[in-house]
């Protein structure tokens, strides 16, 4: 069955901390994305990968970076968290970058910034 | 940014009843995804429509693409409390989905 893990479900973190988010996939997929969700904003992508060691920006990157030091684990950084980074973040996988994949969501990291 | 705008933002109906949420476009896509989203858990695809006019169905739901690939519908006859959830239209790429901002549903008993 095909899963994506990600380390926490909810998260509080102080204004300036540096946080980690860790996303893991056990189907040997290509393609890992980070995605945040808003009320009124719906999904927007922050950032992806296509291979170890391979990143993308993508629609909203600001004050966020990404590790991809193996194939199954993607991680979301945020240097100095800030109020506007609560969010809930929510990773997500597919085996190639075709138009017609399925992305596969983990259950998301509902974090706050205070 | 291709946008895709999703109507109605809210829908709160009776079970039993029939429903049409729609996703639009001004842009062409070569596919279209529909997703559902549960509380508390991240989207799970419903379905891929690539063809112009195609339908597919899954149950109660049944997912149209519009001939010019430029919109789609999904209806669901006899919605059930199971039905409810967030409702995500999106377009495919190999750099990531863009979503719409989604149909909130609740079916009440």
């Known amino acids: 069955d095909v899963k994506v893990t990600q380390s926490s479900r909810y998260l509080v973190k102080r204004t300036g901390e540096k946080v980690f988010l860790e996303c893991v996939q056990d189907?040997?997929?290509?393609?890992m994305f980070w995605y945040r969700q808003d009320p009124g904003l719906g999904l927007r992508l922050i950032y992806f990968?296509?291979?170890?060691?391979?990143?993308e920006k993508g629609d909203i990157p600001e004050g966020y970076s990404v590790s991809r030091e193996k194939k199954e684990r993607f991680s979301l950084i945020l240097e100095s968290a800030s109020t506007n980074q609560t969010s809930m973040y929510l990773c997500?996988?597919?085996?190639?970058?075709?138009?017609?994949?399925?992305?596969?969501f983990g259950p998301g990291t509902r974090l706050t910034v205070l | 940014t291709q946008l895709l705008e999703q109507s109605p933002q809210f829908l709160s109906i009776q079970e039993g009843e029939n429903l049409t949420v729609y996703c639009n476009s001004s842009?062409?896509?070569?596919?279209l995804q529909w997703y559902r989203q549960e509380p508390g858990e991240g989207p799970v695809l419903l379905v891929t429509?690539?063809?112009?006019?195609e339908v597919k169905k899954l149950k109660r739901l049944t997912f149209q693409f519009g001939d010019a690939r430029k919109d789609s519908s999904l209806h669901i006859t006899a919605a059930q409390p199971g039905d409810t959830g967030l409702y995500l239209c999106?377009?495919?790429?190999?750099?990531?989905?863009?979503f719409g901002k989604g149909t909130h549903l609740i079916i009440q008993p």
């Open positions: 997500a996988s597919s085996l190639h970058g075709s138009s017609t994949d399925t992305q596969y």
């Open positions: 189907m040997d997929h290509e393609n």
């Open positions: 990968s296509y291979d170890v060691k391979m990143k």
């Open positions: 842009s062409v896509f070569s596919s």
């Open positions: 429509v690539v063809t112009g006019g």
């Open positions: 999106a377009r495919g790429g190999a750099d990531g989905l863009t």
